[in-house]
């Protein structure tokens, strides 16, 4: 599976935007990035307010 442009440039740090999913219209600092198994990469997004939440990096913009 061929990692999309958004998939390959989210690195720890990168300030985002989320724009599809459950998450949608929620930002903040990547602080994980992770490849499952089946290829999905997955981050991991903290929040100015200190909040955490996964999703998929092709759900996200870099801001």
């Known amino acids: 599976m061929a990692k999309t442009s958004t998939e ?4 720890n ?3 985002c935007t989320v724009v ?3 998450h949608a219209g929620k930002g903040g600092t990547v602080s994980d990035v992770n490849t ?3 290829g999905n990469v997955t981050i991991t997004v903290v929040q100015a ?7 998929l990096a092709r759900n996200v913009v870099k801001s």
Not at 49 to 55: I, L, P, Q, S
Request: proline share 0%; glycine share 16%; aromatic share 4%.
């Open 49 to 55: 307010n200190g909040e955490r939440f996964k999703t």
């Open 36 to 38: 499952s198994k089946s």
């Open 8 to 11: 390959a440039s989210v690195k």
């Open 20 to 22: 599809r999913g459950t």
């Open 13 to 15: 740090g990168d300030n």
